[in-house]
């Protein structure tokens, strides 16, 4: 299964939702962050469960400012909500972590997929996507997938070539009222993530597959009640 419209049930078989939250054991600082990846722009994303509320907000905003075909999703709110605990709502973002050592790019035959050599961030080039999939089978998050219209892979690129460009936050922050999304650049002492990062434990999404992901969530520690 390679299409992130069928990701629900992929993501429940890979036990990608109980792993993903609710252990310290990957947290960093975002001090830890900037010895980690020098001195280039390093742009990530946090997640906060605590704040989201479910309410789609982000994904709609993103179909409609990156042209996402309608069925299709370069992200989603997964609802990861434990049935013994239904009051104890829990909803995880899904979409490319943009990794640092990104399979996809590293995959591609013909640098569609390349990472951007100002921003770093792994994004395409959809003229030259012969739609092969490598990079699809490549990505070990299973979020990259075929637009149905433009026929080439695409994949979340914290809206390099709309909102980025136009200077604005990606679509998904500006949508969201509930603070639940942050973007920045991990190496910008000033940037806003970095204070909350130094202040609140977060964790990366399935860490092992050693891929560095630059999406970082800072998970809900609530008990069910
Ligand atoms: S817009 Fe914000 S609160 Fe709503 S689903 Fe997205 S991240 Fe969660
Ligand atoms: S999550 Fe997948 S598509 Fe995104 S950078 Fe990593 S390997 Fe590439
Ligand atoms: S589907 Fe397109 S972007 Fe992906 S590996 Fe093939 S040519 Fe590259």
Not at 82 to 106: A, Y
Not at 117 to 142: E, F, H, L
């Amino acid at each position: 299964m390679s299409n992130i419209n069928n990701r629900r049930t992929f993501l429940k078989g890979i036990g990608f939702g109980s792993v993903l939250l609710g252990t310290m054991q990957y947290s960093l600082s975002a001090k830890e962050e900037q010895e980690n990846v020098g001195k280039k722009p390093h742009y990530g994303m946090i997640f906060d469960q605590t704040k989201c509320v479910g309410c789609s907000d982000c994904e709609i905003a993103c179909t409609k400012v990156n042209l996402v075909p309608k069925g299709q999703h370069r992200l989603y709110v997964d609802d990861q909500t434990d049935p013994l605990h239904v009051k104890d709502r829990r909803f995880v973002r899904i979409s490319c972590q943009q990794c640092e050592d990104s399979p996809c790019t590293e995959v591609c035959p013909t640098s569609a997929c390349y990472r951007d050599s100002i921003t770093n961030i792994v994004t395409m080039n959809t003229d030259d996507c012969i739609g092969c999939k490598y990079c699809i089978v490549a990505c070990p998050y299973d979020v990259r997938f075929i637009n149905n219209e433009t026929h080439a892979a695409e994949n979340c690129n914290f809206c390099l070539g709309t909102n980025l460009k136009d200077g604005k936050d990606p679509a998904c922050v500006e949508a969201c009222k509930y603070d639940a999304l942050v973007f920045g650049d991990f190496n910008d002492d000033k940037a806003y993530m970095n204070k909350l990062l130094n202040v609140k434990d977060s964790v990366r999404m399935k860490p092992g597959f050693g891929t560095k992901p630059s999406i970082r969530y800072i998970p809900s520690l609530k008990t069910g009640v």
